[in-house]
């Protein structure tokens, strides 16, 4: 579904993805793990189109999508969350997530409904807050709700925009034990019909949701494979897990 | 019971905003005061240009330094056909309408690549091009402007010649504007330019072309500033390159914040307010001095203390005077 070629990008000395190829398929869960700076939000960024590669190519459902905006992406698919919290802070959680349903329903030059009424909106937003869990915390600003519910927010509003493929981002960045076990069983839900490129330190998460493993380190990956494989890599064991 | 009566503070001034501008043409008749018919037709106007403003700045977060350029296209759309003795509204409102659009579509396309400070600087620049360009034409009166003979014809059911009707056809116009403004910021539209002000990255990564709906925005809101225009024009019965000065443009941003940005009715308050303190402060002065109480005031004083009201309001009401209108006690 997703195909990562040949995949660079430097910033300045530094080269954070150093030819990356990377293969999702359908319906699975491929998670990236590595060390801090490794270059995993990198990779996730030119994936999503916000950042622009040095050179390689990015496949979607058989497109090459490596010079799409962002916004195209998202329309053909490809939702992403963010590692830093990045949502519309002076807007209730509701509204917040409505806009991720509004994006696709189509073009949004209508000027005449209010959008608050809109069940079409409404409904849809709702099931999104509830499959995470904030449902009854719909209608508070996003300003003021706590870090985990931020970290909630985030997936709801990935995961209403009905995606085809999700690219989390450290979606458990700063949460409590339980907060994060909360959220596995979300993720293990949505992952019964999504496919979903994770990026994730919570080790525990990620061997308990990843169906693949690839392991990021100084820009190169290192190794790929099941949990099993990964486990017994010792390049791995070297570079990663006998850090953390 | 009462459900449609407001129960805010903020309502209730808004209402009584709007009941004082409905019925000041009856005072003004009984009062003999008719230089207030002329204030007030000035307010309106002003409204409606500050009203699409805030669809920029407050709902939009898009501080254009170069919205009086509209206001004078709009003028302009009336005297020069006037010039060549085309006195049908129609087509004023017609030109205005294509003009402002286009002006705004050729220079949105390119400001609104930029941000921030250099969205302020490409705006006001582009203004100022507007304005030379009044200037040097030498056929339109050039730097001396044009006089507007007779006012735009609309029909025989409205003379726009009689200063009343002209009063209620702007006050129409306001109230149509205010309703429009309001549908407009929440349907689906309103929602992506506010969410594109509060996190643009955000409004991309869920699919919004943000570049296209400021666009949008950037022409609707011109053209509601060109019909304020075409109304000044009409007002004034004299237009020149002065009313879209850049001087003016900061007016207009100045009423915005001080009545309070992104708040519905808050352009409208703002542009009551700055014009009334222009015309009372000189007043004032003039009043204090007639006491004679020794020493007097100079009488351009009035433009400091202005000025000070003004950062007064600014910086102490958080939000303008919506800001003061609606601040809750701090427990
Ligand atoms: N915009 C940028 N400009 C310059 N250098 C950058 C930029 N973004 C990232 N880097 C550098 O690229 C490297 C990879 O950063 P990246 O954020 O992708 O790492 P990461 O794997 O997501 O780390 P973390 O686990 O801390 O989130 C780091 O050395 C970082 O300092
Ligand atoms: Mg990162």
Redesign the interface.
């Known amino acids: 579904m997703l195909d990562i070629l040949n995949l660079e990008k430097q910033f300045g000395g530094i080269k954070a993805v150093d030819n990356v190829n990377l293969h999702v398929k359908e319906h699975e869960i491929h998670a990236i793990i590595g060390p801090n700076g490794a270059g995993k939000t990198t990779l996730i960024s030119q994936v999503a189109g916000e950042l622009m590669p040095d050179a390689g190519q990015i496949r979607f459902m058989g497109r090459d999508i490596t010079f799409m905006r962002p916004a195209q992406r998202a329309r053909k698919g490809l939702a992403r969350s963010f590692q830093i919290t990045s949502v519309m802070l002076p807007m209730t959680l509701l509204e917040n997530v409505s806009m991720a349903v509004q994006s696709r329903k189509g073009h949004s030059f209508r000027f005449w409904h209010a959008a608050a009424n809109d069940r079409e909106l409404i409904d849809e937003a709702v099931m999104a807050l509830d499959a995470v869990g904030l449902s009854n915390r719909a209608n508070r600003v996003a300003k003021e709700v706590s870090h985990g519910e931020h970290r909630q927010l985030e997936i709801a509003m990935a995961i209403a925009m009905e995606p085809r493929l999700l690219l989390l981002d450290e979606p458990m960045a700063g949460m409590g034990q339980e907060e994060s076990m909360e959220l596995v069983a979300v993720l293990n839900e949505i992952k019964k019909h999504k496919t979903i490129l994770l990026i994730e330190h919570d080790m525990d998460a990620v061997f308990s949701l990843a169906d693949q493993i690839s392991v990021l380190v100084y820009g190169k990956i290192i190794a790929t494979g099941g949990k099993d494989e990964i486990r017994a890599n010792p390049e791995v064991q070297q570079a990663y897990l006998g850090e953390s | 019971m009462n459900s449609c009566l407001p129960r805010t503070l903020s309502g209730i001034v808004y209402t009584g905003v709007i009941v004082v501008l409905a019925l000041m043409p009856v005072f003004v008749q009984l009062s003999g005061q008719i230089f207030y018919l002329d204030i007030f037709s000035r307010i309106m106007i002003l409204a409606i240009a500050a009203l699409s403003l805030n669809l920029l700045i407050g709902y939009g977060g898009m501080i254009s330094l170069g919205h009086a350029a509209f206001l004078g296209i709009g003028a302009y759309c009336v005297g020069i056909p006037v010039y060549y003795e085309i006195y049908n509204g129609w087509i004023h409102l017609a030109l205005a309408i294509v003009a402002c659009g286009v002006f705004a579509l050729v220079t949105g396309a390119i400001s609104l690549r930029t941000k921030g400070v250099y969205f302020i600087m490409i705006t006001l620049a582009f203004a100022q091009m507007v304005y030379f360009t009044f200037v040097s034409l030498e056929e339109y009166g050039g730097d001396d402007g044009l006089v507007i003979e007779l006012r735009s014809e609309f029909g025989s059911w409205l003379d726009l010649e009689d200063n009343i009707a002209l009063y209620y056809t702007i006050f129409g116009v306001l109230l149509l504007s205010l309703f429009f403004v309001h ?2 910021v ?7 330019i ?2 594109s002000k ?2 643009e ?10 570049y296209r ?1 400021r666009l ?1 925005c950037y022409v609707i809101s011109g053209i509601m500033c060109g019909i304020a225009g075409l109304f000044l024009g009409n007002f004034t019965s004299f237009i020149s390159p002065e009313m879209m000065d850049w001087t003016r443009s900061g007016e207009l941003i100045f009423m915005v914040i001080l009545g309070g940005t992104g708040v519905l009715f808050g352009p409208v308050v703002g542009a009551g307010v700055f014009i009334l303190l222009e015309v009372w402060l000189p007043q004032i002065i003039t009043f204090i001095n007639g006491l004679g109480l020794g020493a007097k005031l100079p009488h351009e004083l009035w433009h400091l203390i202005f000025g000070v009201t003004l950062i007064a309001v600014v910086l102490f009401g958080r939000g303008g005077i919506h800001g003061l209108l609606t601040r809750k006690k701090r427990p």
């Open positions: 549908r407009l929440h349907a689906r539209f309103g929602r992506v506010l969410g509060f996190n990255r955000r409004m991309q990564s869920l699919g919004f072309e943000t709906y949008v």
